[in-house]
C-alpha cells in the first residue's frame, strides 16, 4: 500500500476535475435504471473484454446517461481486446518461442525459458561492452558474497530465479503503461469488486506517474576493482568537566553535620576553607546536635517553652467533642432558633412604619361600585379541580369557544397543530395549556387563569393541574377561587382510579374542603362514551354524596350540585343536543347556566354590603409579581377582606416593606378601588423598597394596611385533623405548611391535647384531631391569622412526602 502524506490528501481534496462517480448519491430512478443497463451492457461487452470491472461499467453507463452503445463505445477505446489462445500462440511463435503441451513445466517455467531463448536470439554484443558501474558493484557483491556461502550450486540457482522474477517484473511494468492499473480478480475466485474509493484513485494515479524501473541484468564481465569504503560508526563525545568542589565530596557514613562557623576576621580564606572541611568530614553519632554558633537568650527560651505549656487548637477542639457526648441528654427539647430568625425578627420590628397617605383621588364608594363599569356585574372565580386526564382542560376551552371568548380561527389552528404531532383531540385543550411542556406532555402543569363575561356576569375561571406532582398549585389556584368544578371522568374504570391511593379526585376534594371552597359544582364528563346513561350518571351521583357529606370531606347536600356533560362535543356545556334521545332523562341546567345563577352572598354589592368594606380589615394574599418597567413592578393577588385605594400606602408582611400604590386594574381595566372579591393588580415604584429589588417578596406574602392588626409569628397555635398517613407524626418531624397560597417548612413543636385521650403523647396518628403548637423553620417569618377573625387567612393545610396528611384551624399565635 503506497503512503500519502498531508500534500498529497490535501491537493486531492481540493481537486476540481470531472464528477465522481458514487452510487451513494443516485436518486431511486437513476439507481433503478443504472442496474436495469448493466446486464445488456456485460452481454454487450462479453465476446470484447469480460474482465472488465463492474464499477468502470457502471461508471461508462453514468458518464453515458445510460445509452448503451454509447459506452460500449467508450470502452472499447478504453481497454483491449480480450487475448484468445490462438492469438497468444501466433504472438509465441514470431518471438521464438515454441510452445509446449500442458503439463510439461509451470508457467513460470515456461516464461523463464521464453525469455531465455529471447535472450539468444537478441544481440548481446552491446550489452556486454556497455557494462555499467552498478552493475559491476553487483558483481562484485555478488562475489564476495559466493566465497562466504559453501555452497555454490545453490547460490546461481538463486540468483537466477532473482533474475527471472526481475525480468517477469519488468514486463508486468510495461504492461502496466499501457492500461489504468485496477485490482483484476478472477471469476472463479467468488470475491465481488468493491467501487474504486477516492484513495484508491488517488494510488493509482500516483503509480502510473512513477516511471518504471527495471532490475539491472546480470552481466559477464572480468575481475574489476572496486574501491570500497570502510564506513566507521559515529561516536558520541561529551564535554565533561571535572569539578572538584568541597560540597560535592559527600560524607561516607547516611548521617552528617554541617557546621559553618563565621567568617575568619584576618581574612585567612584558606585556613577558614580547611576548618569548614574538617568540620564537615566529621561524623555525628546522632541525627540531630544543638547549634553551638548562635547564642539565645534565657529568656527568651523561657518564653518559647511557655507556648507549649496551653493546649493547642487541636487539643480543644478534641475536648470539646469528647465532652459533647458526656452531657445529659435526656432534657433535651425543640426550642426556637436563635441565629438567624432572631436577628431577623428583631430587623423587622426595628423598621418604623411611614405616615398614612390619602387616596389620589376622592371618591363616593356607593356611587363608584354603583355607576362604574367594571362593578355593574358581579364577579365570581372559580377553579377546575379533579383527577388526571378527567378532561379539565378540554372542558374549559369548550366553554370558553362556545361563549364566544375564543374565535373559531384560533381554535382551527390549534386543530392543525394539534394533529401534526398526532394529538388531535388536544385542540381545546390547547386554549388552557399554552406552554410547549404543558402540550408535549398532555398533562396541565401550572394554574391558567383566564377572564370572560356573560350577560349577567363576569367570571375569572382558574384551571388547575391534576397530577399529583403539581398539587402545590392546586392549592394555589383554590387559594383565589369562590367555588369549584370538580370533574369526574364517568368512564368505567377511570372513576374509580380516581379514588384510589395515588388518585386525586379524593385529594382535592380535602383541599378545596379545608381551603375555604363552600360551593362545589360535580361535573361528570365523557358521559358520551357511556352513552348518556341515566343508570351511570345516578351512581357516580350516590357514590359522590356519601363520599363529599362524610366525615373526612364535610361538605352538606345544599353545597353540592351535579351536571353531566361532554367536553368534547360541547353537549350540556353552553347548549344542550335535543336530537339525543339517551339524554332526554335530564332536566337540569346547562353549565353555564349554573355559572351564572351560583349565587355567593360576600360579594352582593348592596348597602349593607358597603358598610361592611369600609369597616373590614384590608390584606390581600399575592399570588404573581410582574416587572413592569426598569422603576415599576406590579403584583396581583385576590382581595379577602375589605377595600382600597390608589394613593394609599400599603405594607408588606413578613419583610415590612412598605410602598404606596400608583396605580390598579381589573381584568386590564383601571379602577379606583379594590373590593373583597376581586383579582387586582397593584404598580408600584422600585425605589420604595429597602433593596431596591423585587427578588424579596414572595408569593403568599400579604398587602395590608399600615394599621392591620395581622402580625408575622414564628410559631401559633392550631387545631388540626390528621388522615391518609401510613405512619405516625412525631413532635419535631418536618413537614410543609399550606396557608392560602402560602408555604413554607414547619414542625409541631408541642402537643398541646390529643381528643379523646387522657394520656399525654408524643405522636399522633391518622384519623385524630387534636390541638398543637406548630413552628415555623427557618429565618422567614409566616403572617397568619385567627379563624375568628379571617376565615381564608385562618385555614392551614399540612403536606408530608408528597401526600395531604393534615389539614386545620388557627385559634391562637
Not at 67 to 86: C, D, G, M, Q, R
Not at 473 to 483: E, L
Request: charged share 30%; with cysteine.
Amino acid at each position: 500500500m503506497a503512503d500519502f502524506d498531508e500534500d498529497d490528501l490535501a491537493d486531492y481534496d481540493n481537486y476540481s476535475g470531472e464528477e465522481e462517480f458514487n452510487e451513494d448519491n443516485l436518486d431511486d430512478q437513476e439507481y433503478d435504471k443504472l442496474y436495469a443497463c448493466l446486464p445488456k451492457l456485460k452481454e454487450g461487452m462479453k465476446d470484447y473484454n469480460d474482465e472488465i470491472l463492474e464499477i468502470d461499467l457502471k461508471e461508462a453507463l453514468y458518464f453515458n446517461y445510460y445509452e448503451i452503445e454509447e459506452a460500449i463505445k467508450e470502452l472499447k477505446s478504453k481497454y483491449p481486446k480480450k487475448k484468445t489462445k490462438n492469438s497468444v500462440d501466433e504472438s509465441a511463435q514470431q518471438s521464438g518461442i515454441e510452445s509446449k503441451p500442458a503439463g510439461s513445466g509451470s508457467k513460470l517455467a515456461q516464461l523463464a525459458k521464453s525469455r531465455a531463448n529471447a535472450k539468444l536470439v537478441a544481440p548481446s554484443t552491446n550489452q556486454s561492452n556497455a557494462s555499467s558501474r552498478l552493475a559491476a558493484l553487483a558483481k562484485a557483491r555478488s562475489g564476495q558474497k559466493t566465497k562466504e556461502e559453501n555452497n555454490n550450486d545453490q547460490t546461481n540457482s538463486s540468483n537466477k530465479s532473482l533474475a527471472i522474477l526481475g525480468r517477469l517484473r519488468s514486463s508486468t511494468a510495461m504492461d502496466t503503461e499501457k492500461t489504468p492499473l485496477r485490482l483484476s480478480l478472477s471469476k472463479k475466485s467468488g470475491i465481488k469488486a468493491r467501487p474504486v474509493s477516492r484513495l484508491n484513485k488517488l494510488r493509482h494515479d500516483r503509480e502510473q506517474k512513477q516511471p518504471v524501473i527495471d532490475k539491472p541484468q546480470e552481466i559477464e564481465v572480468g575481475d574489476v576493482e572496486v574501491p570500497q569504503k570502510v564506513l566507521h560508526e559515529p561516536k558520541m563525545s561529551f564535554n565533561i568537566v571535572y569539578d572538584d568542589s568541597i560540597l560535592l565530596k559527600f560524607p561516607n557514613t547516611p548521617v552528617s553535620l554541617f557546621l559553618f562557623n563565621k567568617r575568619r576576621r584576618d581574612g585567612d580564606v584558606e585556613n577558614h576553607l580547611l576548618e569548614n572541611r574538617i568540620k564537615r568530614r566529621h561524623h555525628s553519632d546522632e541525627l540531630f546536635h544543638p547549634l553551638t554558633n548562635n547564642e539565645i537568650d534565657i529568656a527568651t527560651a523561657k518564653k518559647v517553652k511557655s507556648n507549649f505549656d496551653e493546649p493547642s487548637p487541636d487539643d480543644e477542639v478534641m475536648n470539646a467533642q469528647k465532652n459533647a457526648f458526656e452531657k445529659n441528654m435526656g432534657n433535651l427539647k425543640i426550642s426556637e432558633e436563635k441565629n438567624n430568625s432572631s436577628s431577623t425578627v428583631d430587623t423587622i420590628a426595628e423598621r418604623q412604619a411611614p405616615k398614612k397617605t390619602q387616596p389620589y383621588k376622592k371618591i363616593d364608594l356607593s356611587q363608584e361600585l354603583s355607576t362604574y363599569k367594571t362593578y355593574l356585574k358581579p364577579h365570581k372565580s372559580f377553579v377546575v379541580i379533579g383527577h388526571v386526564d378527567a378532561g379539565k382542560s378540554t372542558l374549559m376551552g369548550r366553554l370558553l369557544f362556545d361563549l364566544g371568548v375564543i374565535d373559531a380561527k384560533t381554535v382551527n389552528n390549534l386543530v392543525r397543530q394539534s394533529e401534526k404531532i398526532g394529538k388531535g383531540s388536544f385542540a381545546l385543550a390547547w386554549i388552557m395549556d399554552q406552554t410547549s411542556e404543558e402540550r408535549s406532555r398532555g398533562v396541565t402543569v401550572d394554574i391558567c387563569a383566564t377572564n370572560f363575561e356573560t350577560e349577567t356576569s363576569r367570571f375569572t375561571a382558574i384551571d388547575a393541574p391534576g397530577h399529583k406532582d403539581f398539587v402545590p398549585q392546586m392549592i394555589s389556584g383554590v387559594s383565589q377561587a369562590d367555588f369549584a368544578l370538580l370533574v369526574i371522568d364517568s368512564i368505567t374504570g377511570e372513576f374509580e382510579s380516581g379514588f384510589t391511593m395515588d388518585g386525586q379526585t379524593k385529594e382535592h376534594t380535602i383541599l378545596a374542603k379545608n381551603l375555604g371552597i363552600a360551593k362545589l359544582c360535580v361535573v361528570v364528563n365523557k358521559m358520551d362514551k357511556e352513552d348518556w346513561s341515566e343508570r351511570r350518571f345516578e351512581e357516580i351521583k350516590f357514590q359522590m354524596t356519601e363520599f363529599l357529606t362524610g366525615s373526612d370531606i364535610g361538605f352538606s347536600s345544599d353545597q353540592i350540585d351535579f351536571i353531566p356533560i361532554s367536553g368534547l362535543t360541547g353537549n350540556n356545556v353552553v347548549k344542550t343536543d335535543s336530537s339525543l334521545k339517551n339524554f332526554n332523562w335530564y332536566t337540569g341546567p346547562t353549565l353555564s347556566s349554573y355559572l351564572e345563577s351560583v349565587e355567593l352572598p360576600d360579594h352582593a354589592l348592596d348597602d349593607d354590603s358597603i358598610a361592611r368594606l369600609t369597616k373590614e380589615d384590608f390584606n390581600m394574599s399575592i399570588n404573581d409579581i410582574y416587572s413592569i418597567s426598569s422603576s415599576e413592578f406590579g403584583v396581583s393577588g385576590k382581595i379577602t377582606s375589605g377595600m382600597i385605594q390608589a394613593g394609599e400606602t400599603v405594607s408588606i408582611s413578613p419583610n415590612q416593606e412598605f410602598l404606596q400604590i400608583q396605580s390598579m386594574s381589573i381584568h386590564e381595566k383601571p379602577v379606583n378601588v379594590g373590593i373583597s372579591g376581586e383579582i387586582v393588580l397593584m404598580s408600584f415604584k422600585i425605589n420604595q423598597l429597602t433593596n431596591k429589588t423585587s427578588d424579596d417578596l414572595n408569593i403568599g406574602d400579604l398587602i395590608l394596611k399600615l394599621d392591620s392588626p395581622i402580625t408575622a409569628v414564628k410559631s401559633f397555635v392550631a387545631s388540626i385533623h390528621l388522615f391518609n398517613m401510613n405512619k405516625p407524626l412525631l413532635v419535631g418531624t418536618p413537614f410543609v405548611l399550606f396557608r392560602n397560597n402560602s408555604h413554607i417548612p414547619a414542625r409541631i413543636s408541642k402537643i398541646i391535647e390529643i381528643e379523646g385521650s387522657k394520656k399525654k403523647k408524643k405522636h399522633l396518628i391518622s384519623k385524630q384531631s387534636a390541638t398543637v403548637e406548630i413552628t415555623v423553620q427557618g429565618d422567614r417569618l409566616l403572617p397568619v391569622t385567627r379563624f375568628s377573625d379571617n376565615k381564608i387567612l385562618g385555614r392551614v393545610v399540612l403536606r408530608r412526602e408528597g401526600v395531604t396528611v393534615g389539614a386545620g384551624i388557627i385559634s391562637d399565635f
